[in-house]
């Protein structure tokens, strides 16, 4: 029997990213880095370096395991100097405090993107002159949060479908406006059957229509919501008359 079986496990050993062995390189530097056994526990310092870098992909932080056996591997740096460990804990610190940087420098963007906007709003439905008389004389810090809940109240107003509604009335007491039918077309229309309504949920651009629809100036949104009553309207007669045709028979030769 063997007495020394540990020097006979290092002499048979390999690596199990290259599967090199010390016959192949009787200088190279080996290293058992976690709990596997047998033929996967050892590998060479080099192999293990580049399998390391591809892992934390130019992440020198992030955390590396064994494949196998999930064991997490001890890599240690040489100390570093007083100079380069202060610029290494500050581009710590940037990189950690960078995300909420760029989000703050967004949510203040939309924020006062928004208090713009419903400056703009406030100018546009009492007059320019009025509007700016108005808001100079208004508290700074009512103008800081009134503003910008103007466009957040258009588009919650949006999402309220209110021509649904009116299109509702309108359809319940049709066969009452059939006089108006004469002045305007399609008012008191009789349908001759009910059709099947499209589901706007369904519409992959019914979030962006809304948004777009609800930041529009309150007076042509006011316009635009009046004629779309109309265009719903005309389309859903257009589907109540909808015929299927018979299949043209083919003449025999």
């Known amino acids: 029997m ?14 199990w990213v290259c599967f090199a062995t010390d016959e192949d390189d009787r200088t ?16 060479l310092q080099a192999c293990l370096q580049r ?3 591809e892992k934390q992909r130019g992440n020198s932080t992030a955390r590396v395991a064994c494949p196998q056996c999930n064991a997490e591997y001890l890599i240690v740096f040489p100390k570093l100097g007083p100079v380069v460990y202060v610029f290494d804990l500050a581009d710590r610190l940037i990189s950690k405090a960078c995300p909420f940087a760029t989000a703050g420098v967004m949510v203040g963007s939309i924020y006062w993107t928004a208090v713009t906007y419903g400056a703009v709003t406030v100018m546009q439905v ?3 002159k009025e509007g700016l008389d108005v808001m100079e004389r208004a508290d700074p810090l009512f103008l800081l949060i009134g503003l910008p809940t103007i466009p ?11 021509e649904d509604h009116v299109l509702r009335l309108w359809r319940k007491y049709s066969n009452k406006l059939q006089i108006l039918n004469s002045i305007v077309p ?12 499209a589901n706007p949920l369904a519409d992959h651009v019914s979030a962006t ?12 949104a006011t316009i635009v919501g009046a004629f779309k009553v109309y ?3 005309q389309q859903y007669l257009r589907q109540a008359h909808r015929k299927i045709l018979n299949y043209p028979e083919q003449e025999e030769a």
């Open 2 to 15: 063997d007495r020394n079986p540990t020097l006979q496990q290092m002499l048979d050993r390999s690596c």
């Open 28 to 43: 190279a530097e080996w290293v058992r880095p976690c709990r596997c056994r047998g033929s996967t526990k050892w590998g």
């Open 51 to 53: 399998w390391v870098d």
């Open 126 to 128: 009492v007059g320019h």
């Open 152 to 162: 957040v109240m258009l588009i919650l107003g949006k999402m309220i479908s209110w």
């Open 186 to 197: 399609g008012i008191g229309c009789p349908v001759p059957r009910i059709p099947a309504e």
């Open 209 to 220: 229509r809304t948004l777009c629809g609800a930041l529009v100036f309150p007076t042509i």
């Open 231 to 233: 265009f719903k309207q």
